[in-house]
């Protein structure tokens, strides 16, 4: 179900893609072989806190814990690569750093389009996207 909310305050993100990329049938299948997955009732009262949070208009980073993504572990078994390219954005001080998708893209949020530059310049790869969030022009 797709619902309209506001646009979150203004953020910013450093990505990190993954080169390579995964299948998501791979992700989902080794997902279901190490047991990932949540309930629908979990899944649902998570819906409701998010939907809270977000429908605020603030920033995910104020609601950093309600983010997460299912996949991760699964990706990172299929690609272990994955975790040095989120533990690079968390060395950089990202406050909150994830997986997009199935990956194996790493995202890192930050507050200000200039800590995510200074980010992305620690982090010293070539391939690092700095992007302003939170508002389209």
């Given at each position: 179900r797709v619902e309209r909310l506001p646009?979150?305050?203004?953020?910013?993100?450093?990505?990190?893609?993954g080169g390579?990329?995964?299948?998501?049938?791979?992700?989902?299948?080794e997902a279901d072989r190490l047991g990932l997955g949540r309930g629908a009732e979990e899944l649902d009262e998570l819906a409701g806190r998010l939907r809270k949070a977000a429908g605020s208009g603030a920033s995910p980073l104020d609601y950093a814990g309600l983010l997460a993504n299912d996949l991760e572990p699964a990706a990172r078994s299929l690609r272990?690569?994955?975790?040095?390219?989120?533990?690079a954005l968390r060395e950089a001080g990202t406050p909150l750093a994830f997986l997009t998708g199935s990956?194996?893209?790493?995202?890192?949020?930050?507050?200000?389009?200039?800590?995510?530059?200074?980010a992305a310049t620690r982090v010293g790869r070539d391939d690092a996207i700095v992007c302003a969030a939170g508002s389209a022009p």
């Open positions: 646009a979150p305050a203004s953020h910013a993100a450093v990505l990190l893609p390579g990329g995964l299948s998501t049938a791979d992700v989902f299948a272990p690569d994955i975790g040095a390219a989120l533990d990956g194996p893209t790493a995202v890192g949020l930050f507050p200000t389009i200039g800590g995510a530059k200074s």
